[in-house]
T-cell receptor, first 115, second 116 residues
Framework: SQQGEEDPQALSIQEGENATMNCSYK?????LQWYRQNSGRGLVHLIL?????REKHSGRLRVTLDTSKKSSSLLITASRAADTASYFC???????????????FGSGTQLTVLP | ETGVTQTPRHLVMGMTNKKSLKCEQH?????MYWYKQSAKKPLELMFV???????ENNSVPSRFSPECPNSSHLFLHLHTLQPEDSALYLC?????FGTGARNEQFFGPGTRLTVL
């Protein structure tokens, strides 16, 4: 199956609540990234966590990484209606050919924040 | 948006048509990517260009033909497509490996393609 599988596939919460999304992967990685996509738009990079890091914060975002379990979680605190989007994890297992970096994306979690 | 533009934003074409998607990045990156995003499926990496050379072609049918004339521009030429090729086609760019820069990818808004 795909490297980088998000769980749950869909999540619906009330504004002000916290949202937690999980990502599991299969191979060793250099880093793991989270992206956000509004409906029908391009992806926007949110945060990157390196394989030697365990936790990282950026504003209302908190990412954890457990390389022993090959899993990561994204926590959005105090959610807002504007956080409604799809969230994807992407794993960077290192450069493949040439000098371009490849990322492998999961299927995403659709987050709906109700006002 | 993010410094990566794509045109057209929407495209409807018949199976016998020939069309091209265009991507342009203004970020000074040297690596560019084409992805296909279908409903309920993970992003599928189609092609990777690094320093204007194609470095990855993930078993994409020959009815899709990429072109990278310079590091700022990327095209995807389409011909005799099938209805199952209908999807959102995303272009992205990044710094190449070894520059020390963060390797996140910057995406364009995508082209919504419908094949009739």
């Amino acid at each position: 199956s795909q490297q980088g599988e998000e769980d749950p596939q869909a999540l619906s919460i009330q504004e002000g609540e916290n949202a937690t999304m999980n990502c599991s992967y299969k191979t060793s990685i250099n880093n793991l990234q989270w992206y956000r996509q509004n409906s029908g738009r391009g992806l926007v990079h949110l945060i990157l966590i390196r394989s030697n890091e365990r936790e990282k914060h950026s504003g209302r975002l908190r990412v954890t990484l457990d390389t022993s379990k090959k899993s990561s979680s994204l926590l959005i605190t105090a959610s807002r209606a504007a956080d409604t989007a799809s969230y994807f994890c992407a794993t960077d297992a290192g450069w493949s050919s040439g000098s371009a970096r490849q990322l492998t994306f999961g299927s995403g979690t659709q987050l709906t924040v109700l006002p | 948006e993010t410094g990566v533009t794509q045109t057209p934003r929407h495209l409807v074409m018949g199976m016998t048509n020939k069309k091209s998607l265009k991507c342009e990045q203004h970020l000074g990156h040297n690596a560019m990517y084409w992805y296909k995003q279908s409903a309920k499926k993970p992003l599928e990496l189609m092609f990777v260009y690094s320093l204007e050379e194609r470095v990855e072609n993930n078993s994409v049918p020959s009815r899709f033909s990429p072109e990278c004339p310079n590091s700022s521009h990327l095209f995807l030429h389409l011909h005799t497509l099938q209805p199952e090729d209908s999807a959102l086609y995303l272009c992205a760019s990044s710094q190449p490996f070894g520059t020390g820069a963060r390797n996140e990818q910057f995406f364009g808004p995508g082209t919504r393609l419908t094949v009739l």
